[in-house]
């Protein structure tokens, strides 16, 4: 497999509280992107305190054999990684009511599962076409999906920013999984609302349908994001079915 990933600031934020990682062993391939929230700096916490927590408990996975497996370990370490999170803004007062949101990806030789909480997405690319793998916990995409707004309503939407579920904020939280096939050429993209919010599902598609490496397709994201304001923090994780692979540590 091929991966390659990015966070940048933006061109408004001060700090980016966004952390990337992208982890291999034998069982596979995890993937996190965390959009950290909270008081002065609070979000760089619980964003990397989540990235840096997973990196040490998928080190001590030897196999993921099918499906089932890669959703029950991804929904016993959210309980553990959320517990961390939250026990540690109750006990540093600069961090009360932190919290961040996930989308994380085990990727196999033969599929992929998908755990989100809050709105950064999952995005795939295969032949099939482009389409959004994850639904936002969000306020919006609620009154979206109750028919209560419009998805351009949903756009512009005065409280877009208000999610409905988080990591870290209470005691326990609830995990949603997908899992879907991953063939040969197939291209997971995972990413912060930094990107979603300022780049079309029409323009991703265009950029990772291109030849351009990884590396390039992300920085051109990026790039894209920055120029239509960036006023958030931006992440962006491409992992692309291949028989080589090129892979680093984390982003924060």
């Not at 980016?16 to 916490?45: Q, S």
């Not at 009154?143 to 005691?171: F, M, Y």
């Not at 920085?219 to 920055?226: F, P, Y």
Request: charged letters at 25%; a negative charge; hydrophobic letters at 35%.
């Amino acid at each position: 497999m091929e991966t390659f990933y990015l966070s940048d600031k933006g061109r408004v934020r001060q700090h980016n509280e966004d952390c990337v990682g992208v982890f291999e062993n034998e069982a596979g391939i995890l993937a996190i992107v965390a959009d950290g929230m909270g008081g002065h700096l609070a979000g760089d916490v619980a964003s990397q305190m989540t990235v840096s927590s997973f990196k040490i408990l998928w080190e001590q996975v030897k196999t993921i054999e099918n499906p089932k497996e890669a959703e029950a370990w991804l929904t016993a370490k959210i309980s553990e990684v959320n517990k961390v999170v939250y026990d540690h803004s109750l006990t540093n007062p600069e961090c009360q009511g932190m919290g961040t949101t996930f989308v994380g990806a085990i990727i196999t030789s033969s599929f992929a599962t998908i755990g989100h909480i809050g709105d950064s997405r999952c995005y795939l690319l295969n032949n099939s076409g482009y389409k959004q793998v994850t639904n936002d916990h969000s306020l919006v995409n609620e009154l979206v999906r109750t028919g209560q707004i419009s998805k351009d309503d949903a756009e512009h939407h005065p409280r877009k920013n208000v999610l409905l579920r988080a990591l870290g904020t209470e005691q326990s939280v609830e995990l949603d999984l997908t899992t879907i096939e991953f063939e040969q050429d197939n291209i997971l993209l995972l990413c912060s609302d930094g990107l979603t919010n300022k780049v079309s599902d029409e323009m991703m598609q265009e950029e990772l349908s291109n030849r351009h490496p990884l590396s390039e397709k992300v920085e051109t994201l990026i790039q894209q994001a920055n120029d239509n304001g960036g006023e958030d923090n931006i992440s962006v994780a491409l992992i692309k079915m291949t028989t080589n692979h090129e892979l680093g540590e984390e982003s924060c």
